[in-house]
């Protein structure tokens, strides 16, 4: 059984040091956590909570070489509810840590909730209702116009009204913001300049360019400005507002070339002003949290908003119902607060109670990245320098602990963190951390933050 070793861990080793010589989770509130995802955001995220004393056991499903170092790596696709579930009740798992959107999109609160023995182990995330917000372009334009909240003007398109696709494209100029409705990797958004092109590829993504995901297509105004992102932690009620981050998303110097998951992101951003925090509260995070509470949603859990800045006004670029990577690998590391009991009061209606305390430091990261990526690249290459790069928050994302070595296992491989009183000393510590990893073919870029 995949989890037969786990099951019998005694939780009294912790509190050896306690002045009781037997105490119960229950009574001290703590508990046995499963973090589901294996990236950076997942690494970060264990980091954070293993920091909580609140946090018994750790596990992450399936983790990476990173995550093995500070949790306990199990063995479980973030798709697979079934074996998830079983493994929570056979390991006393009490909250369950959803890094990743699909597994929110596909359902797993209401799974968890929905069966009479899970229904008491927390989800952080929301509901398969509320997490349309990411996982429907269409649901979440139609929910910003329902609350007034400002975003590019949009129309929607399906195989039955190609004609009338085709019509708005000639009777718009260009550049054309076309959507998948659905989940589509990061790749669903195509910014076409041309006409004629941007009529094909409407064609093309009717017809199943990305799947099923467009089989409706949202068709946007372009927005010319520069983006940012806001982390919204909500119980549905009240919200708190995490640190503002910008990633970066291009694979080449200068944010050109084609886009990543991310290659890198800051922490505080210079030109989110407390001025335009102002705007962003009043007119994009209440109008979202009402619309949240009179749709009734059950969203208990994270609302990435990401944001572009036209002239002086913000404006909503999409929603997102979980963390963002890199941004959480510059945002938790700046939070002060403890993470678990910021969760834990998601479930009880008591996130009002809180004061988020952020911290002055600045944070900044590079993504290490296999060459080739975001298009084919090799695994499976040996990483060296870590012990040299223990200045840094390194953490790891596309990488595998076997048989003593560590070696990467997808695109992005691992984010050099670095948290400093401003941004230059940061930014300079990330990158003589990027410079003391090695793997063959590592890329990262040098520019991250410098445009700011
Ligand atoms: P999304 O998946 O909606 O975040 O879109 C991916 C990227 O496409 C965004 O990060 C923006 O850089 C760009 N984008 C999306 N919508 C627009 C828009 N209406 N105007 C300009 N750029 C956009
Ligand atoms: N860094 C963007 C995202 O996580 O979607």
Known sequence: MFNSQYQHFSNSFAFANLPV?????????????????????EHTLAWKIKQ???????FVAPGNGGTRLIATNIELQVNDFQRIAKFCLANDVEMLVVGPEVPLVLGI????????????????GP???????EGSKAYAKQFMADFGIPTASYKEFDHSSLEKGIQHIKENKGPYVLKADGLAAGKGVLIIENQDKAISSLKNMLEGQFGNASSKVVIESFLDGIEFSVFVLTDGDSYKIL??????????EGDKGLNTGGMGAVSPVPFVTPSLMDKVENRIIKPTIHGIKSR????KGIVFIGLILVGKDPYVIEYNCRLGDPETEVILPRLNNDLVALFKDLENGKLNTHQISISDDVATTVMLVSGGYPQSYEK?????????????LVFQAGTKYAGGKTTTNGGRVMAMTALKKNQAEALKSSLAGAEKIH???????????FDL
């Open 21 to 41: 010589i037997f105490v119960f989770k229950s009574v001290l509130e703590i508990m046995n956590i499963l973090i589901l995802g294996s990236g950076g955001r």
């Open 52 to 58: 909580s004393p609140l946090c018994d056991q750790l």
């Open 109 to 124: 609160k209401d799974y968890f909730v929905q069966h009479p023995d899970t229904k008491h182990i927390q989800v952080v």
């Open 127 to 133: 509901s398969k209702e509320s997490a349309q917000l």
């Open 243 to 252: 640190p503002i981050a910008k990633d970066y998303k291009r694979i080449g």
């Open 296 to 299: 009734d949603l059950d969203y």
């Open 380 to 392: 499976n290459k040996l990483i060296t320098g870590l012990e040299e790069a223990s200045d840094l």
């Open 439 to 449: 793997f063959e073919g590592k890329y990262y870029r040098t520019d991250i933050g």
